[in-house]
């Protein structure tokens, strides 16, 4: 019984000598946050958060706004590894400075505490887009359905980082059924929310989402029919590679130029979709058939774009040159010289121009090209052959150009 009381006696002394050690501890890690040198501040941050002592919190969000970003990633780290007493703190952030807001937003996620729902939901319509983007991913991580209208309204939002987020954010809430949620909002009045509602289906990773895309081909408005097209190529849908192909006639760059990239991404199932399409149809649906062929890089391909550079416009004969470059410079050479000789001036330019891509070092394609300098009557056709002669590393006699 004596040994017992004597050992509580002992502890009650040594108690406040070893809580007088670590507020010591404590508080050299306060003076060293404020450091001059920015390792020293970083290592304080984290070494604040393993105390779990809450007091660290109001200097660590401090820190949000410290002059060095890695100190400033480390302040946050720290206050999502502190967990619940950084909540409050953080949220009352979200009313400070940008670079303060932003990172409150993205901890505030981490520590999924649903208090933080509507403030972050209120976020999603403050000025800063760092903020409404970090908003956004992190109600996604909540995952709180309260959330769900104010992510809905920030499909529409002007920035297509906010819109992405926001459609991840639904999809994470919504789990299996966010695409009944996505396919519906494609018939909302607001185009910016349909917009938004396409472009999220394209992530949504889910063959369900194909038909509705295809429907939204036809949307009145170019920026649906061109987050629709962008969607489909990221799901490889071969169903829609017809819609598509006739998407590269639309009036509307932006969706012409989505209907190219997508059939390139699908790749061999619209090959030969793509084939047929250099030889039909308007102008645009041949450059953006050509322009695709070349992101996907089939061989296949050279024989059929020489051809189209032949019978096509400008805007063809561009996209095929490049879309060679890419395939097989070195099939370039040998066509694009005997077309020097076309009746066509702009064929002759453009040919010249073609050379240059293709990188040959093949003596007879450089005397073509000086004599085209020299002698030419267009004046493309000279500018370009002498831009593809230094690219070809060429030289001359300048007593040979005199004309």
């Not at 895309?213 to 990221?234: E, H, P, Q, T």
Request: proline share 4%.
């Amino acid at each position: 019984m004596k040994g017992k009381i004597g050992l509580c006696v002992l502890l009650a002394l040594i108690m406040p000598i070893l809580a007088s050690a670590d507020d010591s501890s404590f508080q050299s890690l306060l003076q060293k946050l404020d450091d001059e040198k920015a390792k020293v501040r970083m290592d304080a941050a984290w070494s604040l958060a393993k105390t779990g002592d809450p007091r660290a919190v109001p200097p660590l969000v401090a820190h949000l706004e410290d002059s060095d970003k890695d100190v400033r990633e480390w302040a946050a780290l720290a206050l999502v590894s502190l967990g619940e007493p950084s909540v409050e703190p953080l949220i009352e952030a979200l009313n400070k400075s940008d670079l303060v807001r932003w990172q409150a937003a993205a901890a505030l996620g981490q520590i999924h505490d649903p208090r933080a729902t509507v403030p972050l939901m209120q976020a999603l319509k403050g000025a800063d887009e760092n903020t409404r983007c970090w908003a956004a991913i992190s109600l996604g991580e909540l995952k709180d359905a309260r959330a769900k209208e104010a992510l809905i309204q920030s499909l529409a939002d002007k920035s297509q980082n906010v819109r992405d987020a926001s459609g991840r954010a639904l999809i994470e809430i919504e789990g299996p059924g966010a695409i009944y949620l996505l396919t519906g909002l494609l018939h909302e009045d607001n185009s910016s929310i349909r917009m938004g509602s396409a472009s999220a289906l394209g992530k949504a990773n889910d063959i369900r989402a194909e038909p509705p895309l295809i429907s939204a081909l036809n949307d009145s408005d170019a920026a649906v029919r061109a987050a629709a097209a962008d969607s489909l190529g990221r799901l490889r849908s071969t169903q829609a590679v017809d819609q598509l192909i006739r998407l590269l006639a639309d009036d509307s760059p932006m969706a012409r130029e989505a209907a190219s990239r997508s059939l390139a991404r699908i790749g061999q199932p619209a090959f030969a979709a793509l084939i047929t399409a250099l030889d039909e149809g308007k102008s645009s649906t041949q450059s953006g058939a050509a322009a695709a062929l070349g992101e996907m890089g089939d061989p296949r391909a050279i024989e059929p774009l020489i051809e189209a550079f032949q019978n096509g416009d400008s805007s063809v004969r561009h996209n095929a040159v490049l879309s060679l470059a890419k395939i097989d410079p070195s099939s370039m050479a040998k066509p694009f010289m005997d077309l020097l000789g076309s009746n066509s001036s702009a064929i002759r330019a453009d040919a010249a121009w073609a050379l240059g891509l293709s990188g040959t070092e093949d003596a007879t394609a450089k005397s073509r090209l000086l004599q085209m300098m020299a002698n030419d009557s267009d004046s493309d056709a000279r500018f370009n052959a002498s831009r593809s002669l230094r690219q070809l590393g060429g030289k001359w006699d300048p007593v040979a150009l005199e004309f």
